[in-house]
């Protein structure tokens, strides 16, 4: 079905539907006449004092994905809101939930075929979509190893997790940057962060050093991560 503005949104899912995961707002269940059939959506009654149904790149979505009941949507403004369009995302009166998020390039062809269709778009889910549908590779090992756009789009999945190290009496903590390595290993597994920190210790004259350890691991087979290869 093609839209508007297709950006992304993460949700959490309980037995009553979906909720925004900061506010805990409850989608309710409507009719959407772009879809033809029913949907979860959300009113607000206006944009003023930062009001409104936010939504954006997948990069920013993935951020507020913070436990293993929110999964990311794909959702759009209604046609009839009142809608702020950034060039990452929007913020609307009336938004409503195009799909769950199961294939990236199913979502890329969707969000570039609207666009040809006369159907505008947010300008950097509009790149983020050109990218991702870049020629596919073999291997998801190859797609990493290749594609910086998919390296980052990893690295926001695994956002907010942290590693802890500690050596006679020195502690640290560090967190997923958007330059933490990415490998691929064996498996189905989501991203998710591994290893140590690093950490220095010691006095002046004999400090010593413990590198760095932490990357962020990926399954090969990942359903998201194996949507994009060919």
Not at 22 to 39: D, F, I, Q
Not at 98 to 119: K, M, Q, W
Not at 178 to 190: E, F, L
């Amino acid at each position: 079905m093609m839209t508007s503005y297709l950006a992304f949104k993460s949700l959490r899912v309980d037995t009553g539907g979906l909720r925004s995961p900061r506010r805990n707002t409850r989608w309710t269940e409507v009719y959407s006449l772009a879809l033809g059939k029913l949907t979860y959506g959300l009113h607000t009654p206006t944009l003023d004092y930062d009001q409104g149904v936010y939504a954006a790149t997948i990069y920013e979505a993935w951020r507020y994905v913070d436990d293993d009941e929110c999964r990311l949507f794909v959702v759009a403004p209604d046609a009839d809101a009142e809608t702020e369009i950034g060039t990452k995302g929007w913020r609307t009166t009336f938004a409503y939930v195009v799909s769950e998020l199961t294939s990236l390039r199913e979502v890329a062809e969707l969000i570039v075929a609207s666009h040809r269709a006369g159907y505008p778009q947010v300008s950097e889910i509009l790149r983020w979509a050109r990218h991702m549908l870049a020629p596919p590779a073999a291997t998801a090992r190859e797609l990493v190893a290749r594609s910086v756009e998919v390296r980052r789009m990893l690295r926001a999945a695994a956002w907010g997790q942290y590693s802890t190290i500690s050596h006679k009496g020195l502690w640290k903590e560090a967190m997923v940057t958007w330059s933490t390595p990415v490998r691929v290993v064996a498996g189905d597994k989501p991203p998710v962060l591994v290893g140590m920190p690093y950490l220095s210790y010691g006095s002046w004259g004999r400090k010593r050093y413990r590198p760095s350890t932490m990357r962020i691991e990926v399954g090969e087979e990942w359903p998201l991560l194996r949507s994009l290869c060919s």
